[in-house]
């Protein structure tokens, strides 16, 4: 489970409702059948996306990793980013997850400023 802004949630709960597989335990985005999507399925549309957003290709996996260095550096603790992504520790979610933004790396005034120079 993850948060969701509010008006996500009620799109996300229309779009079911408005599906032929409407249940409870149906997905929001499935087959025609109410299966499972195949993931081939999913890069038809997220392909398009990141090229009409001028970024450069990603996986969905990448997209994961984006959101934690996103919340990171939004301050969240790296034990909330942690629990949010399901990791055993914090610690595999800042090896693994946490990358470096390059607006956080210090220049020689910050350094100077942090160590009262």
Known sequence: SV??????LRDLAAR???ATHSGDDDLVFGTATGKPAHTSNHYRWLKPAMREAGVPWA???NL???FASR???AGK???????LLG???PS???DVYIHTIPADVPDGGDIAAAVGV
């Open 77 to 83: 603790m790296v034990t909330v980013v942690s629990k």
């Open 87 to 89: 990791h055993s520790s």
């Open 59 to 61: 996986g969905f996996h």
């Open 16 to 18: 079911r409702l408005a």
């Open 92 to 94: 595999f979610t800042l």
């Open 3 to 8: 948060p969701v802004e509010d008006g996500l």
């Open 71 to 73: 919340l990171f550096h």
């Open 64 to 66: 994961r990793h984006t």
